[in-house]
Nanobody
Framework: VQLQASGGGSLQAGESLRLSCTASGSLNSMSVVAWYRHAPGKQRELVAPITNGKIESYADSVKGRFTIYRDDSKNTLLLQMNSLTPEDTAIYYC?????????WGQGTLVTVSS
């Protein structure tokens, strides 16, 4: 499975951004689809997963601001990010799991300035 992430960029605090991750295969075949992020000097963080079609809980730091969803017709996983803060600055990665296999996208950089 190949994953192509896009949508990152540089923006100001308070603005919104939507990330996309298009898979080479059907997302329906994946047991887990998720977004992670890795901020400078911090450990990688699970932002939001969809497990067997159900949205699991969001990371506390993004609750109420981020929304994960999928467009199965386009094999695309999305992350709508609102009210961005400098603390959201990170490389965002999409991740899918199918059986015992895990696949990662290449990452897309989001930089938020105050």
């Amino acid at each position: 499975v190949q994953l192509q992430a896009s949508g990152g960029g540089s923006l100001q605090a308070g603005e919104s951004l939507r990330l996309s991750c298009t898979a080479s295969g059907s997302l329906n075949s994946m047991s887990v689809v998720a977004w992670y992020r890795h901020a400078p000097g911090k450990q990688r963080e699970l932002v939001a997963p969809i497990t067997n079609g159900k949205i699991e809980s969001y990371a506390d730091s993004v609750k109420g601001r981020f929304t994960i969803y999928r467009d199965d017709s386009k094999n695309t996983l999305l992350l709508q990010m609102n009210s961005l803060t400098p603390e959201d600055t990170a490389i965002y990665y999409c991740n899918v799991q199918r059986g015992k296999y895990t696949y990662w996208g290449q990452g897309t950089l989001v930089t938020v300035s105050s």
